[in-house]
């Protein structure tokens, strides 16, 4: 049996911002495949770990390795591999000017040279893959803030990148509305054959759709396991994180305690 390289491996990573250590002795496998969420309190250095992913964060120490190969420097190789990482940012980036169809065409348009009718047939693809096929001339005002998060994915789907991040997916988003983006995130990383990292502070409707859980805070990973695991946690830390508690081991503004250490 030959055991396949995991889609991400965080080894030893240590991940400073402003001259000071964020993050540190972070250790993570993704395999293919799977959904692994990544929680924890606002300030906890989320945002800072998918910089690394996507290569606009250079480690202070330690490797980020993404479809078996170390996250490159040089400019030229960072965009080819971020070809290969569909990212849905926080708050949708939809050009308010440009149709559904539009928006979703985009990548297609910078990055290939597809013929124009080829590229109408793809965004339509998508845009079915996410259930709005029939917004396609809609433009993102006459969509639901739901409608217009799902048409920000179809446009991150659009180039087929086999790794997608997605970064707090589910803020300004209502229950139902949250619980159809979270069951889209699964049956696409399913039927696509995506692995997929989920960052955010949605504990409760993320662990459903998730294969593995971590929580970063105090500038470490302080739980890794299953979304069952977690529940049954009774570490304090994870437990006021969970319960969302001001007070406890996890500190009020969330920063890591300690400063920068000597690489
Ligand atoms: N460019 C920067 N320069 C200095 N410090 C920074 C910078 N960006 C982030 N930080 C600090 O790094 C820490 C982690 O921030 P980060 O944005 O990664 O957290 P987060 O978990 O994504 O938070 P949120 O859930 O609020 O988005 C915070 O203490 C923040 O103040």
Excluded: W
């Excluded at 692994?36 to 202070?60: F, N, R, Y």
């Excluded at 659009?158 to 970064?167: C, E, S, V």
């Excluded at 054959?193 to 500038?219: C, F, K, Q, R």
């Excluded at 304090?236 to 001001?246: K, S, T, Y």
């Amino acid at each position: 049996m030959t055991t396949e390289p995991p889609i991400v491996r965080l080894t030893d990573l240590r991940l400073d911002r402003g001259g000071r250590s964020v993050l540190r002795g972070i250790n993570l496998s993704v395999p293919r495949g799977s959904i692994v969420a990544v929680l924890g309190p606002s300030g906890s250095g989320k945002s800072t770990l998918l910089s690394a992913l996507t290569g606009e964060l250079a480690p202070a120490a330690g490797t980020v390795e993404v479809f078996g190969q170390k996250v490159p420097q040089d400019q030229r190789e960072l965009l080819e591999l971020r070809k290969g990482i569909g990212v849905l940012l926080q708050g949708n980036g939809l050009l308010t000017d440009l149709t559904a169809a539009e928006n979703v065409a985009l990548p297609l348009r910078a990055h290939t040279r597809l013929p124009k009718a080829l590229i109408q047939r793809l965004v339509l693809m998508k845009l079915h893959a996410v259930g709005l096929h029939a917004a396609a001339d809609a433009f993102p005002r006459e969509l639901s803030g739901g409608m217009a998060r799902r048409v920000a994915l179809a446009r991150a789907l659009a180039l087929d990148p086999p790794l997608m991040i997605y970064d707090e997916p589910l803020t300004g988003l209502d229950p139902i509305a949250s619980g159809v983006v979270m069951s889209l995130v699964r049956r696409l990383n399913d039927t696509l054959g995506l692995t997929s990292i989920v960052v955010t502070h949605h504990v409760h409707e993320t662990l459903p759709v998730a294969d593995h859980a971590i929580v970063i805070a105090n500038g470490g990973i302080v739980f890794s396991g299953t979304p069952g695991e977690l529940e049954r946690s009774q570490d304090p830390l994870v437990r006021q994180f969970l319960l969302g508690e001001p007070d406890g081991p996890i500190g009020f503004d969330a920063a890591p305690r300690t400063t920068t250490e000597a690489a």
